[in-house]
DNA sequence: CTCCTGACTCCAC
DNA sequence: TGTGGAGCCAGGA
């Protein structure tokens, strides 16, 4: 049982239903796959995922529509690139990261 | 069992 | 608009 077995299995499948184009934050997916109030647990089952996995980590971010790492991580950077070439540039305001949001 | 930490969130100032 | 602090829950030491 490495991880909490079943919930690292909902959060992954949850995340990995984030259509393309939309977003969505840790405390919305937790509670998606049945665990509301454990955002913290989404960034724990992210942080143990492998580098070459498909998962659309870089779809998840926090409730205040920033990434949840600091700028000098090179994880920051990774996720601003892959979300500018397959979501759209990343400068979203208000309204429009609602539109943005999933569900 | 207690204490500390964290890819979080909310609510006052 | 920004900060700070309390709340929260699973894990590891």
């Not at 950077?77 to 309204?95: C, D, M, V, W, Y």
């Given at each position: 049982?490495?991880?909490?077995?079943?919930?690292?299995?909902?959060?992954?499948?949850?995340?990995?239903?984030?259509?393309?184009?939309?977003?969505?934050?840790?405390?919305?997916?937790?509670?998606?796959?049945?665990?509301?109030?454990?955002?913290?647990?989404?960034?724990?089952?992210?942080?143990?995922?492998?580098?070459?996995?498909?998962?659309?980590?870089?779809?998840?971010?926090?409730?205040q529509?920033?990434?949840?790492?600091?700028?000098?991580s090179?994880?920051?950077?990774?996720?601003?690139t892959?979300?500018?070439?397959?979501?759209?540039?990343?400068?979203?305001?208000?309204?429009?990261?609602?539109?943005?949001?999933?569900?």
């Amino acid at each position: 049982m490495q991880l909490s077995d079943e919930r690292a299995s909902a959060i992954l499948h949850v995340i990995n239903r984030i259509p393309f184009g939309r977003l969505s934050t840790y405390g919305t997916i937790a509670a998606a796959a049945g665990f509301p109030g454990n955002a913290r647990l989404v960034g724990k089952v992210l942080k143990r995922l492998p580098e070459d996995s498909t998962l659309p980590w870089f779809r998840v971010i926090n409730a205040q529509g920033k990434i949840s790492f600091p700028e000098t991580s090179p994880n920051y950077h990774r996720q601003i690139t892959a979300l500018t070439s397959e979501n759209h540039p990343f400068k979203l305001g208000k309204k429009h990261l609602a539109n943005k949001m999933w569900p």
